[in-house]
């Protein structure tokens, strides 16, 4: 999975600027950071629960970056999120 040039919008001011990383197929990939730094928008944005305000997300050589949650699942496209409230992996807002 590509993420090129992801800039995600909050509450009226960017919330994400021009991110951009590859995950490989196999490979574990963790965000961390304090609050306020985006990670939950991020992460919002790639799994289709907020739009992007630009870039791409590549997965499987699609261009799925337009795509809603309940389509990119369907492709297979992991959808798990670690909360630190709860401490356990479970699927976000199902």
Do not use: C
């Not at 907020?50 to 699942?73: Q, Y």
Request: hydrophobic share 35%.
């Amino acid at each position: 999975m590509q993420l090129k040039n992801i800039s995600i919008s909050a509450n009226g001011s960017k919330a994400v600027k021009k991110v951009s990383f590859d995950v490989k197929r196999g490979e574990i990939f963790g965000l961390t950071g304090v609050g306020g730094n985006g990670q939950a928008e991020l992460i919002e944005g790639l799994v289709g629960l907020r739009p992007l305000d630009e870039g791409e997300i590549i997965f499987d050589d699609k261009d799925v970056s337009s795509w809603n949650i309940r389509k990119k699942e369907k492709t297979g496209m992991p959808m798990y999120l670690k909360t630190a409230s709860l401490g356990e992996l479970h699927p976000p807002y199902r």
